[in-house]
């Protein structure tokens, strides 16, 4: 399997221009990878990289669209310095992308940000929330009808430790294996499960095949073990970014991690055609939304 990272020479957020080559490399389900973008600290913000700044029973602290912190601990003054940490973390990883994909930038939707203060290696999950097998993002209860899932990470690891993923083979190359073993899809549990709130709103066969691809390659304990595959230690101070729901990816260690989601319709894409949408309604020879 030959690469899926696309290494880039960038070491300022503000100075990102297109390029019709990687752009393309991306939309393929490739990685682009920044070693050298990391996201600055600034002094008072050290004391916030530590596992106390996390409400319990929670895995992660998110900042939404409309600025409310959410899942963090302490004091206000504490409160406010993580907002406003993950908050700068948002104005960059947006200014990236806008320079970096400036014909997204209309249909962009700002989804929330996150900061993952918690070791990955140590978390207990069950095997279809364990994102240390591969997978592409999918989600049982949000269906979202082919949106793309567009993330910038960076690693703030204040030890220096890797963001080690895993890295698998391309999206259709994934489909084409794992869309003979789907289950046929059924508008009428579709509507039952909308009736029972168990989704926000109707699953499309769309949803219902992402979600078949994303639990049959964790359930696969062959496939997590041999399908073709690269590890990829990102180290602190260095940034990637990705189309979640395209690239088969696996989280295998690492602690401190910041990260922006953002949707975009797939027909606003640079190639509306290499998108999963586009793919798999060519697999399956029908429309899917």
Known sequence: METQLV?????????????????AELEAGKVLYFPKLGFELL???????APSVLAEGVRNISLDAEGRL??????EVRQQAVG??????RT??????????????????????????????????????????????????????????????????????????????????????????AKPYSRWQARCLRALRVTKSFRSEYDHLMLQMHDGMKSDLDYQKNAPQ???????????????????????SGQYMLEQTLHLPAARQYNPDSSPLAILSRLTGRSLV
């Open 7 to 23: 290494e880039l020479d960038l070491a300022d957020w503000s100075a990102a221009t297109p390029n019709e080559t990687w752009i």
């Open 43 to 49: 002094p008072q913000e050290h004391e916030l990289l």
């Open 70 to 75: 959410k899942g963090a601990a302490g004091d």
């Open 84 to 89: 406003a940490m993950i908050g700068r973390f």
């Open 92 to 181: 960059q990883a947006r200014q990236l992308i806008h320079g970096l994909l400036p014909h997204y930038t209309p249909a962009l939707r700002l989804a929330p940000t996150s900061y993952r203060p918690v070791q990955v290696e140590t978390r207990v999950q069950s095997w279809r929330a364990d994102d240390r097998r591969l997978h592409v993002d999918a989600f049982p209860s949000r269906p979202n009808y082919g949106e793309r899932i567009l993330r910038v990470f960076t690693n703030i690891n204040p030890e220096g430790a890797p963001r080690v993923w895993r890295v698998g083979e391309p999206f259709e190359t994934v489909a084409r294996r794992f869309l003979p073993r």
């Open 230 to 252: 690269e590890s990829v230690p990102f180290p602190a101070g260095s940034v990637w970014v990705c189309f979640s729901d395209q690239t088969s990816h696996a989280a295998m």
